[in-house]
């Protein structure tokens, strides 16, 4: 079976320092990958999704980066945090094409202080 | 544009009663995916439903049934008898076939359902 894993689950960093969460994915080869912003409160904002290895979409300009090293691995990246990173991340998976629902990791909190 | 409307930004019952939660959507796409899912205080987003354009059924399952409405764009989610473990943010969300690979959720609604 697929099983998604994201980490880390809470993470507390100071305004200014870089930023790496990790997702990868097991049990199924060419996801369909995506990053997700949950401010407080708020709804699902999408921020990257990927088709394929080194392909990555942006869908809000902002101040953060993703990249896809590997077939079912997925990092969200920063050079230098902002208070407004602040928020809820959450990374899924859904099968090639836009057929199938996205599975959801468990999210990262990320308090930016 | 793919777009998901959830006018309802909170909803309170009492336990066992019938609930509704309403969600519109566009698309300019003729093939696209209906979702719904559930966040509890956990965080996770728990998969509940996934519904095609070409397929108007209404689907139950258990106390949760959805009624889809291409007329009115609308995918809206009953829980009937409504239990406190139900309390969560619903979200409901949209996906094209083939202007998009990505989801488009809408702002989610808070069911509480009080003992």
């Known amino acids: 079976s697929q099983t998604i894993h994201q980490w880390p689950a809470t993470l507390v960093q100071p305004v200014g320092s870089p930023l790496s969460l990790e997702c990868t994915v097991e049990g199924t080869s060419n996801p369909n990958l995506y990053w997700y912003r949950q401010a407080a409160g708020r709804g699902l904002q999408l921020l990257f999704y990927?088709?394929?290895?080194?392909?990555i979409s942006s869908e809000v300009p902002q101040n953060l980066s993703a990249s896809r090293p590997q077939d079912r691995q997925f990092i969200l990246s920063s050079k230098k945090l902002l208070l407004s990173d602040s928020g809820f991340y959450l990374c899924?998976?859904?099968?090639?094409?836009?057929?199938?629902?996205?599975?959801f990791g468990q999210g990262t909190r990320l308090t930016v202080v | 544009a793919q777009k998901v409307t959830q006018a309802q930004t909170e909803i309170s019952v009492v336990e066992k009663e019938d609930v509704t939660l309403d969600c519109v959507y566009e698309?300019?796409?003729?093939?696209?995916?209906l979702f719904w899912y559930k966040q509890p205080p956990s965080g996770e987003l728990v998969f509940l439903i996934r519904r095609n354009s070409f397929d108007e059924q209404n689907e139950i399952s258990g106390r949760y049934s959805w009624n889809f409405q291409k007329s009115t764009s609308s995918f809206n989610f009953t829980i009937t008898a409504s239990q406190v473990v139900d309390s969560a943010v619903y979200f409901c969300a949209l996906s094209e076939a083939y202007y998009g690979q990505n989801f488009v959720f809408g702002p989610g609604t808070r069911l509480s359902v009080l003992p």
């Open positions: 698309t300019r796409d003729t093939t696209y995916y």
């Open positions: 899924a998976w859904s099968e090639t094409g836009a057929r199938g629902e996205a599975f």
């Open positions: 990927s088709v394929g290895i080194g392909q």
